[in-house]
């Protein structure tokens, strides 16, 4: 049997990770949250989150832009999607 050596995850902190991005993509207006998810290794889901101006649940909300972001080795962006 082939063994299949696993990525260690890059250790991005997601503040550096966010000021990255919203560099290349534009910083949003007014977000309610922003959730950002290592998904594998050097791989990363970034969700920003509007608010949907609801009186009865004011901390509801939905995904207004998803970004799946690859870092390189270098801690750049590689691409965003």
Same mark, same amino acid.
């Given at each position: 049997m082939?063994?299949?050596e696993?990525?260690?995850?890059?250790?991005q902190?997601?503040?550096?990770?966010? &000021?990255k991005?919203f &560099?290349?993509v534009g910083?949003p207006v007014?977000?309610l949250?922003i959730?950002v998810?290592?998904?594998?290794?050097?791989?990363?889901?970034v969700?920003v989150?509007?608010?949907s101006?609801?009186?009865?649940?004011?901390?509801?909300?939905f995904?207004?832009s998803?970004y799946?972001?690859?870092v390189? &080795?270098e801690?750049e962006?590689?691409?965003?999607?």
């Amino acid at each position: 049997m082939t063994q299949v050596e696993i990525p260690k995850p890059i250790m991005q902190p997601e503040s550096s990770l966010l &000021a990255k991005l919203f &560099a290349k993509v534009g910083e949003p207006v007014d977000p309610l949250k922003i959730s950002v998810i290592n998904v594998y290794a050097n791989k990363w889901r970034v969700n920003v989150w509007k608010s949907s101006n609801n009186n009865f649940l004011p901390s509801a909300g939905f995904i207004e832009s998803s970004y799946f972001v690859e870092v390189g &080795a270098e801690d750049e962006i590689k691409s965003v999607r």
